[in-house]
Nanobody, 115 residues
Framework: QVLLVESGGGLVQAGGSLRLSCLASGTIFSINDMGWYRQAPGKERELVAV???????NYADSVKGRFTISRDNAKNTMYLQMNSLKPEDTAVYYC?????????WGEGTLVTVSS
């Protein structure tokens, strides 16, 4: 069993920055894709960014140029650097990993961007 725990969320003013982390614990043999998703109030969960085992990245159009996803396999950690935050980035952010052929989700961390 793998447990994912997000951290780094909080309240920030528009234009500010936050860095989210997702730390995995448990027995891990191989990690495939890692991703960040978010869910705003009243909206469906959406993909924010994904990073493959090879390091390739892909971003939602709404965050391109502002967010950067990265991973440190040695530390079983994934990051999301969020710059130039906007009020519409307000959401609960979840990490999602494919580990040993199974999919895991974290509990989420709340990001609130004030105008």
């Amino acid at each position: 069993q793998v447990l994912l725990v997000e951290s780094g969320g909080g309240l920030v003013q528009a234009g500010g920055s936050l860095r989210l982390s997702c730390l995995a614990s448990g027995t891990i043999f191989s990690i495939n894709d890692m991703g960040w998703y978010r869910q705003a109030p009243g909206k469906e969960r959406e993909l924010v960014a994904v990073i493959t085992s090879g390091g390739s990245t892909n971003y939602a159009d709404s965050v391109k140029g502002r967010f950067t996803i990265s991973r440190d396999n040695a530390k079983n950690t994934m990051y999301l650097q969020m710059n130039s935050l906007k009020p519409e980035d307000t959401a609960v952010y979840y990490c999602n990993w494919e580990v040993d052929g199974m999919e895991y989700w974290g509990e989420g961390t709340l990001v609130t961007v004030s105008s």
